[in-house]
T-cell receptor, first 116, second 112 residues
Framework: GAVVSQHPSWVICKSGTSVKIECRSLDFQATTMFWYRQFPKQSLMLMATSNEGSKATYEQGVEKDKFLINHASLTLSTLTVTSAHPEDSSFYIC????????????FGPGTRLLVL | DAKTTQPPSMDCAEGRAANLPCNHSTISGNEYVYWYRQIHSQGPQYIIHGLKNNETNEMASLIITEDRKSSTLILPHATLRDTAVYYCIVRSQRYNTDKLIFGTGTRLQVFP
């Protein structure tokens, strides 16, 4: 299957700082990428849909000014957690849709964020 | 998108077939059934998907009932590495922005 990478795999930061997470589709182009968040012992929760060259679409209850998404190319989307607080500590997972594979969605390995 | 119902947990002996059921009684005609699994602390892994015909790949088989209201994922010879949470999701492929919405899944424990 298609490969999606994320960087960094884990990050620890101080409260009030911003953290950027990169998501790349390595062997296919993705006009659409998705960002999810997962708290311990819970399922994945969709945060936003990232569209190449246009603004992201956020799910209800997700603050767009808090979670900035940029999808500047067909292989890269970034999520920036601005002014992070301890409650933002979570497992962030991106995914990308491979239009060449029947629109199957592939997931990255996730980024674990810990805000102190 | 239609919702799915899965048992919260299942056990399976190593080497035996693991049959994971999923109910999706409100599925519409253009919605596909997707299966993913998530091994602890990793991103979800795509397994298989189908519309109405049974599907098989190197990982698993997907059996969809004729009325499409339920399906079963079959891992023919479960190994300890198949221990994971398995998610059954229905999604249309009409638009590029169609979303995968995860439910609570089935936690499969494969034991020696």
């Amino acid at each position: 299957g298609a490969v999606v990478s994320q960087h960094p795999s884990w990050v620890i930061c101080k409260s009030g700082t911003s953290v950027k997470i990169e998501c790349r589709s390595l062997d296919f182009q993705a006009t659409t990428m998705f960002w999810y968040r997962q708290f311990p012992k819970q399922s994945l929760m969709l945060m936003a849909t990232s569209n190449e060259g246009s603004k992201a679409t956020y799910e209800q209850g997700v603050e767009k000014d808090k979670f900035l998404i940029n999808h500047a190319s067909l292989t890269l989307s970034t999520l920036t957690v601005t002014s992070a607080h301890p409650e933002d500590s979570s497992f962030y997972i991106c995914s990308a849709r491979d239009l060449g594979q029947g629109k199957t969605q592939y997931f990255g390995p996730g980024t674990r964020l810990l805000v102190l | 998108d239609a919702k799915t119902t899965q048992p919260p947990s299942m056990d399976c002996a190593e080497g035996r077939a693991a049959n994971l059921p999923c109910n999706h009684s409100t599925i519409s005609g253009n919605e596909y059934v997707y299966w993913y699994r998530q091994i602890h602390s990793q991103g979800p892994q795509y397994i298989i998907h189908g519309l109405k015909n049974n599907e098989t790949n190197e990982m698993a088989s997907l059996i969809i009932t004729e009325d499409r209201k339920s399906s079963t994922l079959i891992l023919p010879h479960a190994t300890l590495r198949d221990t994971a949470v398995y998610y059954c999701i229905v999604r249309s492929q009409r638009y590029n922005t169609d979303k995968l919405i995860f439910g609570t899944g089935t936690r499969l424990q494969v034991f020696p």
